[in-house]
């Protein structure tokens, strides 16, 4: 079992940064590839990125390469998601997960579980 908690979201302007945090309980993080995804009011919830179990590969939708980077530091059991020149179209509710199935780098919403709580990025124009 494993229990994921997400922070780092604000508001921020059009062109900002901010950097989410998700965080794992359980001695085994380092064993799990992980993923971010995000959701908009009214829309499904979206692939954003995801990263292997050393880190070694990872993979970006289309809409955030260049801009987003994501990194994990198994020694504290976190995951990262930096996020550069923002845009009013990032703005969501963003969520990490574990990669139930393999070593990365699935875009499938149901390849992964153990959701956290999601925290809410909000860029504004």
């Known amino acids: 079992q494993v229990r994921l908690v997400e922070s780092g979201g604000g508001l921020v302007e059009a062109g900002g940064s901010l950097r989410l945090s998700c965080a794992a309980s359980g001695r085994t993080f380092s064993s799990y590839a992980m993923g971010w995804f995000r959701q908009a009011p009214g829309e499904e919830r979206e692939f954003v990125a995801a990263i292997s179990r050393s880190g070694d590969r990872f993979d970006y939708s289309d809409s955030v390469k260049g801009r987003f980077t994501i990194s994990r530091d198994n020694a504290k059991n976190t995951v990262y998601l930096q996020m550069n020149s923002q845009r009013p179209e990032d703005t969501a509710v963003y969520y990490c997960?574990?990669?139930?199935?393999?070593?990365?780098?699935?875009?499938?919403?149901?390849?992964?579980?153990?959701w956290g709580q999601g925290t809410q990025v909000t860029v504004s124009s």
């Open positions: 997960a574990v990669d139930l199935y393999g070593d990365c780098c699935f875009h499938n919403v149901h390849d992964y579980g153990y």
